[in-house]
């Protein structure tokens, strides 16, 4: 019965110990966002969002989403939807595996950017825009037509914009 009671007493402790380590993570957090008791305006509009899965079209779809400010990009199509006429920022950073990476950031069917990671062991590239756009207009990330099969870091690459 003693071995049990210190047992638990262990367990307890360890658990009140996370406990404390989280909510003081979590206090340092607040402390970096300051404020957020008041909502954000409706008018600001970001996203960042992370490739987990490469699907079997030629859209790149970053579908684990860190940052959907205005619930303008939809990861399950990858397409961001622009919700206000105005200038906007994209950038796109990804990390090939192995062979030759071509992308390309499109604004609606037209290419706007385009990013290349040459072949080699892991390299890296991006690609950035700024562009005005009006409301409704869809920018993604795609794989350059006719460049064949290709493999990109998930972990990697990440897909990003805001509205100015």
């Not at 079997?56 to 939809?74: E, L, M, R």
Request: charged share 15%; proline share 3%.
């Amino acid at each position: 019965m003693r071995h049990f009671k210190t047992l638990n007493n262990h367990i307890v402790g360890k658990a009140k110990a996370a406990l404390l380590e989280a909510i003081d993570i979590l206090q340092n957090t607040n402390k970096l966002l300051g404020d957020t008791a008041s909502p954000i305006p409706s008018s600001k509009i970001a996203f960042h969002a992370r490739l987990t899965t490469l699907g079997s079209t030629q859209t790149v779809i970053f579908d684990h989403v860190i940052t959907n400010i205005g619930k303008a990009y939809n990861k399950h199509t990858g397409h961001f939807t622009a919700p206000l006429n105005g200038i906007y920022v994209f950038a796109c950073t990804f990390l090939q595996s192995g062979k030759a990476l071509h992308l390309q950031i499109v604004q609606n069917s037209s290419e706007i950017s385009k990013g290349h990671a040459p072949s080699g062991g892991d390299i890296g590239g991006s690609m950035n825009a700024v562009i005005y756009l009006h409301k409704g207009d869809v920018v993604k990330v795609r794989h350059y037509p006719g460049r064949g099969s290709q493999t990109i870091h998930g972990k990697w690459s990440f897909f990003t914009g805001y509205h100015l």
